[in-house]
């Protein structure tokens, strides 16, 4: 497949043409602006996840302009414009990334805050930094914790939210309580059932509790919420109406000293699904499952980042093993992923940054569409290849 030079285009025209329309009078020191613009490249072998059916793709294109303007030292209003591509997880187009309304209380010792509007979320370390090459440790983050097909789901809170930090001991205690909606998409909706003539998925209600605590080499974490979807079907679809309820629990450790450092998370979650796929005569069903990872991680002279990581996913932990798949005609290795990975990030300067990493898979868990799995085009072992080239700027 050729490169989607056209889009990638379009995003730096767009990350360098807003600026410039958006630059009202204002004091310097109210206004910062920045974003970033990615593009990169990925080969599957044995899947066609992400890549389709060619097997490789260069549609992996980022872009984002990120404006926030403080009027006062307590009041700010913050808003973001995205691009972006993501093989056939994610469609190309231009949307809005956050945009709100924010003000923070400065105490004698820390601070307390409140938000409003559409806003990322916090859960586990990387969900509100997870669409900029920068700040995310990977290319592709672990999917047991991160994953891409609910990605939409689990970012987006349209609602309040009211944050905090104090100092504790040596560090800094961080917490945010959200109420509101997660956004969903056509993106979701295919990723999840295949397609979207089938139906579409629409929010009925989040809320969510993180608490983060840190200092020089600890950091802590702990998130819960709760993300309510209902599904409307088309009619000659093959599923029903119904409604999608998950519970999530993350918890969070990382450690650094000298120029390693070492970060696992553990994810748990109930889904209650009724009606979808599910007789009626069956009334809710419910299915736990779980995942973690562990990333090592050694930073090199040079700006050179070497990383390790293994990735462990379980979608029903009373099925580790896929068995209750076979039953239904789908290969038992759909309900289980175990990902090795190996990657590595260079700073050539401090705008510039490229990454490659390459995916050992036995399983496929994380595998589009969930529902309806194809395994004429997935094998149970698959690997994976990516590398991205990202520039970040700031006015």
């Known amino acids: 497949m050729k490169p989607n030079i056209s889009r990638l285009v379009q995003a730096v025209m767009l990350s360098m043409a807003l600026p410039a329309a958006l630059s009202m009078p204002?004091?310097?020191?109210?206004?910062?602006?920045?974003?970033?613009?990615?593009?990169?490249?990925?080969?599957a072998d044995g899947s066609e996840f992400i890549v389709g059916e060619p097997g490789d793709t260069f549609d992996v294109t980022e872009a984002a302009l990120h404006?926030?303007?403080?009027?006062?030292?307590?009041?700010?209003?913050?808003?973001?414009?995205?691009?972006?591509?993501?093989?056939?997880?994610?469609?190309?187009g231009l949307s809005v990334d956050y945009l709100f309304a924010e003000y923070k209380f400065i105490l004698e010792q820390g601070y307390l805050g409140a938000r409003g509007g559409l806003f990322k979320s916090e859960a586990g370390f990387y969900t509100s930094t997870r669409d900029v090459s920068f700040t995310r440790p990977g290319i592709m983050l672990p999917q047991s914790v991160y994953s891409d097909y609910l990605r939409d789901a689990l970012l987006h809170i349209t609602g309040g939210e009211l944050f905090g930090g104090?100092?504790?001991?040596?560090?800094?205690?961080?917490?945010?309580?959200?109420?509101?909606?997660?956004?969903?998409?056509?993106?979701?909706?295919?990723?999840?059932?295949?397609?979207?003539?089938?139906?579409?998925?629409?929010?009925?209600?989040?809320?969510?509790?993180?608490?983060?605590?840190?200092?020089?080499?600890?950091?802590?974490?702990?998130?819960?919420?709760?993300?309510?979807?209902?599904?409307?079907?088309?009619?000659?679809?093959?599923?029903?109406?119904?409604?999608?309820?998950?519970?999530?629990?993350?918890?969070?450790?990382?450690y650094r000293v000298n120029f390693l450092e070492i970060t696992s998370e553990y994810l748990h979650w109930d889904r209650y699904v009724g009606g979808v796929f599910v007789p009626p005569e069956l009334g809710i069903l419910e299915v736990r499952g779980y995942g973690y990872y562990l990333d090592v991680r050694g930073y090199l002279p040079g700006d050179v980042e070497l990383f390790v990581?293994?990735?462990?996913?379980?979608?029903?932990?009373?099925?580790?093993?896929?068995?209750?798949?076979?039953?239904?005609?789908?290969?038992?290795?759909?309900?289980?992923?175990?990902?090795?990975?190996?990657?590595?990030?260079?700073?050539?300067?401090?705008?510039?940054?490229?990454?490659?990493?390459?995916?050992?898979?036995?399983?496929?868990?994380?595998?589009?569409?969930?529902?309806?799995?194809?395994?004429?085009?997935?094998?149970?072992?698959w690997s994976l290849f990516a590398i991205e080239i990202s520039y970040k700027f700031q006015w």
């Open 26 to 43: 204002a004091q310097a020191n109210q206004w910062q602006v920045n974003g970033f613009v990615g593009q990169g490249y990925v080969a």
């Open 67 to 92: 404006l926030s303007w403080r009027p006062d030292e307590n009041l700010r209003l913050a808003g973001a414009a995205r691009y972006r591509q993501w093989g056939n997880l994610d469609e190309s």
């Open 166 to 254: 104090h100092p504790v001991f040596d560090g800094s205690l961080e917490w945010h309580l959200t109420l509101g909606d997660a956004q969903t998409s056509d993106d979701l909706t295919r990723n999840v059932v295949g397609s979207e003539a089938f139906g579409r998925f629409d929010a009925d209600g989040y809320w969510g509790a993180d608490l983060e605590y840190q200092d020089d080499s600890l950091r802590l974490g702990l998130t819960y919420f709760d993300a309510k979807s209902r599904y409307q079907s088309h009619l000659g679809g093959p599923f029903a109406d119904g409604s999608l309820r998950s519970k999530h629990w993350i918890v969070s450790a990382q």
């Open 309 to 381: 990581r293994y990735d462990h996913q379980v979608l029903d932990e009373s099925d580790p093993d896929g068995d209750k798949l076979v039953a239904t005609g789908v290969p038992g290795y759909f309900g289980y992923a175990h990902d090795w990975t190996i990657g590595t990030r260079w700073l050539p300067t401090k705008d510039w940054m490229v990454a490659a990493e390459y995916h050992k898979i036995d399983g496929a868990a994380w595998v589009t569409p969930i529902l309806l799995p194809n395994p004429a085009v997935q094998d149970e072992d």
